[in-house]
């Protein structure tokens, strides 16, 4: 079945930096992948997604870069901010009903 | 709100007990799942609702645990006879027709089994 790589488990980025984060997936059928962010006692909350048809998404300071020959994308943030601080999860599914997650990003900005 | 709603916030109990969370989706949400993360870790499936079709319950990871949901509406959680190792947080996250929908998470219930 899927299997879904996460690196790094921690990242720390001087405040202004950019900071990426990248993920692995085992199975070429899968088709859509999200981004998700959970601050502290909360839910996960989608940020962006990607889905197959392209190779990059851009919104405002945040990009997801897709390199199906490689099995990998990336979720990219520039120009970081305190509020970026968080645990960031990614995801991949083949268009039904599972999402298939990686263990997690903990993005710490060091002011 | 229009969010995914979910109750208790926070649960305390002692082992053995029976415990029952509660997740309101997002109206019109067809697709309803849970999950339990424990501290520090990543999100764990537990079982999944589509409209009026059998629910995947592969995820369940003992007999211990079961889920209703009525319709397209609320859905419950239960544990029975809790043991330590069932302390975590349990989210519930609701989506339209699931082909490729954002999933739209509550803010979970956190679970502590003394």
């Known amino acids: 079945g899927e299997n879904v790589e996460q690196h790094p488990s921690t990242l720390s980025v001087q405040e202004g930096d950019s900071a990426v984060i990248k993920c692995t997936y085992s199975d070429s059928a899968s088709n859509y992948f999200p981004w998700y962010k959970q601050e502290l006692g909360k839910g996960p909350q989608l940020i962006i997604d990607?889905?197959?048809n392209v190779g990059e998404k851009k919104d405002q300071r945040i990009a997801v870069t897709l390199n199906k020959t490689a099995k990998h994308f990336s979720l990219h943030i520039t120009e970081t901010q305190p509020e970026d601080s968080a645990v960031y999860f990614c995801?991949?599914?083949?268009?039904?009903?599972?999402?298939?997650w990686g263990a997690g990003t903990k993005l710490i900005i060091k002011p | 709100g229009a969010g995914v709603s979910q109750s208790p916030s926070n649960k305390v109990t002692e082992k053995g007990k029976d415990v029952e969370l509660r997740c309101d989706p997002i109206s019109g949400h067809t697709a309803l799942y849970w999950y339990r993360q424990r501290l520090g870790q990543g999100l764990e499936f537990l079982i999944y609702f589509q409209g009026n079709s059998a629910p995947d319950k592969s995820g369940l990871p003992s007999d211990r645990f079961s889920a209703e949901r009525t319709g397209e509406s609320v859905s419950t959680l239960t544990i029975q006879r809790t043991q330590q190792e069932d302390s975590a947080v349990y989210l519930c996250?609701?989506?339209?027709?699931?082909?490729?929908?954002?999933?739209?998470f509550g803010d979970g219930t956190r679970l502590s089994i003394l």
């Open positions: 995801a991949a599914s083949q268009g039904n009903y599972q999402l298939i």
């Open positions: 996250a609701s989506s339209l027709a699931p082909q490729n929908q954002p999933q739209h």
């Open positions: 990607i889905r197959s």
